[in-house]
């Protein structure tokens, strides 16, 4: 996990909890319009893969028990994690990539209806990803996978002694491969290989603006026929459709270089998904901003979420960073992981952090983006997240117009009752989350995701409260 080198240690919010007066009054709890339907009130919890389902991505008792023990909390909206649209593996992720997968998604559907009493608005978020390698030695990425070429062996050929061969000596004298590898070979020898949107001289690369519409309209119908209020379209963070959006796609096929360029896949999709279900709840997730180098700022933001408004979305949901691309180094036989760099940092921030601390700390270009959509007569909804976790602090969001949903992640896994504590004026017996991010070094390394606050309990899958020893089942 990456910490910004000030580490200074910031405590939490507040708290500021309402009473129960407070709350029937407040924003947060007040209803909103969320495409053709309304939502209760403003909680949201975001997408968080809890690495629950089976290997090949079925729904399990685990899955259920978990979205069930959210639902009870009552949020507004839930979305469910990440959510494989394609074949490629990923571990225990869930599959929306075949009919079959319908009736184990629709026990998901059921069971947080009937936990929520219907209360909470159910979307599914949508992933397709590309094929990421595990790290392997040096020694076994040069004489395995390195493709040699005659460029490689022009370039070795004035250091090669009589007897040795060019592998063998890269091996004796790894610091030549700076000098003989190309830039990406290098990447892939020391962070393990990684497919990108701009690998065009791959087909199933260079065909992805072919197939990712249908692939997505075809899983956002077989949601709906699950029983889900609606789609999230995952365009946020490092998988595919973000790729496309970032300032790093360079791809010269109409689907990269510039912003009109990188915007027309991830639009196809929405526009596809929009038409694939008409009257479900249709939203798409970005980033704010990348927070990477040559990464899209801002101003590109706007620009993107101007148009998936345009496009029929029924909520832009923002997020930011969470990249491949200022990762760390992965260890030999792991995969590099994107929330382990200062991008990853702005995604999921935790307490240790620089003068402007993990709390909100990009809640202005969120703010920016909503502000613009306004300006150009859009009223779509917006949602906030990163860091949210205290009422005055989400209230104040609210109502001064920076967001129309505040998303609490972290804070929900620490207590997933905590939006009807405050609701019922109960507050002071919130389990807090304290923002170290134990969750996400359980995430990173793909293992079932547990809170450090409530997993050494007796019962992990329906966490009992320390202060009360009551089940936390909502009050
Ligand atoms: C364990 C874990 C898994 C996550 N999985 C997803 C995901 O599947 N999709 C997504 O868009 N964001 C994912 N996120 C990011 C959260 O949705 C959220 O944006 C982030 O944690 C910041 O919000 P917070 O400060 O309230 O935790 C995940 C976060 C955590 C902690
Ligand atoms: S593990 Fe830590 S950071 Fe994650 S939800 Fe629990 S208290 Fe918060």
């Keep these: 996990m990456y910490r910004p080198p000030q580490r200074i240690r910031h405590n939490l919010p507040g708290p500021t909890w309402p009473t129960k007066s407070q709350a029937e009054v407040s924003t947060l709890f007040s209803p909103i319009k969320l495409g053709k339907t309304s939502a209760s009130g403003r909680s949201w919890v975001p997408a968080m893969v809890p690495w629950r389902a089976t290997a090949s991505g079925e729904v399990t008792q685990d899955v259920l028990d978990w979205y069930q023990r959210f639902a009870k909390g009552k949020p507004a909206v839930m979305v469910v994690e990440a959510t494989g649209v394609g074949d490629i593996p990923s571990g225990p992720l869930l599959r929306i990539n075949r009919d079959e997968c319908i009736e184990g998604l629709s026990q998901i559907a059921s069971v947080v209806r009937e936990a929520s009493g219907g209360e909470t608005k159910l979307l599914i978020q949508l992933i397709d990803f590309l094929p990421i390698k595990r790290r392997v030695t040096a020694e076994k990425f040069l004489t395995r996978y390195l493709k040699w070429t005659h460029s490689h062996q022009q370039r070795i050929e004035p250091y090669l002694v009589s007897g040795e061969t060019a592998k063998e000596l890269l091996l004796r004298m790894p610091e030549l491969c700076d ?251 919130i389990r807090r989350c304290d923002f170290t991010n134990y969750c996400e070094a359980l995430d990173q390394k793909h293992e079932k995701v547990t809170c450090k606050k409530w997993d050494r309990l007796a019962d992990s899958v329906v966490p009992v409260d320390k202060l009360t020893g009551r089940k936390l089942t909502a009050p």
């Design 179 to 429: 000098v003989v590898l190309t830039k990406r070979e290098l990447e892939d020898m020391r962070y393990g290989y990684r497919q990108r949107v701009t690998d065009v001289d791959d087909s199933y690369v260079r065909e992805l603006p072919v197939r990712l519409p249908e692939l997505f309209a075809q899983a956002a119908k077989r949601a709906v026929a699950a029983g889900f209020d609606g789609v999230e379209v995952h365009a946020a963070h490092a998988y595919t459709l973000a790729s496309f959006l970032s300032g790093e796609n360079s791809r010269t096929d109409g689907y990269g270089s510039h912003r009109n360029g990188r915007l027309k896949l991830p639009l196809a999709v929405l526009e596809a998904v929009r038409k694939a279900c008409d009257k479900a709840i249709v939203g798409i997730r970005m980033l704010a901003e990348e927070k990477i180098r040559n990464g899209i700022a801002l101003d590109d933001a706007k620009f993107y979420a101007e148009h998936f408004a345009k496009a029929g979305a029924d909520y832009i949901s923002l997020s930011t960073g969470g990249k491949f691309e200022d990762a760390k180094q992965p260890k030999v036989g792991r995969a590099a992981y994107p929330y382990t760099g200062p991008s990853g940092y702005e995604c999921m921030p935790s307490v240790f952090s620089d003068e402007k601390g993990p709390f909100g700390r990009n809640l202005v270009a969120m703010a920016e983006i909503r502000k613009h959509l306004r300006a150009r007569g859009l009223s779509i909804p917006t949602v906030a997240s990163g860091g949210l976790c205290d009422f005055q602090q989400m209230e104040q969001l609210l109502t001064a117009g920076h967001a129309d949903f505040v998303a609490s992640a972290r804070q929900t896994l620490a207590d997933p009752d905590w939006f009807q504590k405050m609701k019922r004026g109960l507050g002071d017996t």
